[in-house]
């Protein structure tokens, strides 16, 4: 392992207390128990479960291509010839009383062997322990941001690997780079010592870079200087009302990420999953989509469809 230390710290530790309000349970203090009830899980209860599981026609690649798998939500598999990689795997339908609105682009039962895992933070919408437990017995490695090893024990890893920003893994040819983010990783309401963050792939002369959650940061221009990601996975959704914003980006926020990182390909993530704010699951990517078109990125953005690969 490898390290590059960067001019941006770790956040501290905060001091622990007991939250005064429902609102303090998330740092943008944006909750409202009422209206979160009825938006959130009162209306996805009685909303019929979209999509369907794909059987994926996984691609036969040469060296220098790589294959896209959009599982839903921020979960993705990579594939190259020699390496398969999952990053922030979530097949459950449920997240305690939070309905997933639209079926896994894929069974879990479909997966390839799985080489790596990269798990963005801590948040159960990104860490669901069910589905890596789940997943194909294989050797594997997890990469997680500092704090969240003892989370992943026990969940039929060989190795576990914690990364601080700008602080890269690898192994054999390839090598993934843990980047910064504006979010929080928490995943109690005190375990603030938790790290989170993007990752960025680097493997046969390709780079692909996925945010995990953020907010809109200045950060991403150094991101852009340091890496130069070629393909971006970026969010869009759970950005309305405003407040949201604090710890969320939404597609006009995220355009701008992709401008400042000077990727080539734009994927949207994030959105059309789970009901996590009050924007329609739909408007993410129709809004990308008219703002991409007036501003001539078009032609750069790869909206992907849940459990159909495409090669890049």
């Not at 740092?27 to 128990?33: A, E, G, K, T, Y």
């Not at 209206?35 to 794909?54: D, P, Q, S, V």
């Not at 437990?133 to 690997?161: C, N, Q, T, Y």
Request: proline content about 7%; aromatic content about 12%.
């Amino acid at each position: 392992m490898n390290a590059e230390h960067s001019h941006t710290p770790a956040p501290p530790k905060g001091k622990k207390r007991i939250p005064r309000s429902f609102k303090e349970l998330t740092p943008s203090n944006h909750f409202n128990p009422r209206t979160f009830f009825y938006e959130m899980l009162w209306k996805g209860w009685f909303t019929k479960r979209a999509g369907e599981h794909r059987v994926p026609a996984f691609p036969n690649l040469v060296e220098g291509q790589m294959a896209l798998t959009w599982i839903g939500h921020a979960s993705f598999l990579c594939q190259f010839t020699n390496l398969n990689v999952l990053i922030d795997p979530n097949f459950a339908n449920w997240i305690f009383l939070l309905k997933r609105l639209k079926h896994a682009g894929i069974h879990i039962d479909h997966l390839p062997k799985i080489d790596l895992v990269l798990i963005t933070h801590a948040h159960f919408d990104h860490f669901h322990k069910r589905t890596l437990k789940r997943l194909p017995a294989s050797s594997r490695i997890a990469v997680v941001p500092w704090g969240m090893g003892d989370l992943a024990h026990g969940l039929g890893f060989e190795r576990i690997v914690e990364l601080q920003w700008w602080e890269s893994f690898s192994l054999r040819d390839w090598k993934v780079t843990l980047t910064p983010s504006k979010h929080w990783g928490a995943r109690m309401i005190h375990d603030e010592h938790r790290g989170y963050g993007g990752y960025q792939i680097e493997h046969q002369g390709r780079k692909i870079y996925h945010a995990g959650d953020s907010a809109y940061s200045d950060v991403f221009k150094e991101i852009g200087r340091r890496i130069l990601p070629e393909v971006a996975l970026l969010p869009i959704g759970a950005y309305y009302p405003d407040s949201f914003r604090h710890v969320h980006m939404g597609p006009d926020e995220a355009l701008k990420v992709f401008k400042d990182l000077g990727a080539k390909v734009f994927v949207p993530m994030h959105y059309g999953t789970f009901k996590l704010s009050f924007e329609a699951l739909d408007e993410p990517p129709r809004w990308l989509k008219q703002l991409a078109m007036r501003e001539g990125l078009n032609h750069q953005l790869r909206v992907l469809e849940e459990g159909v690969p495409e090669i890049f």
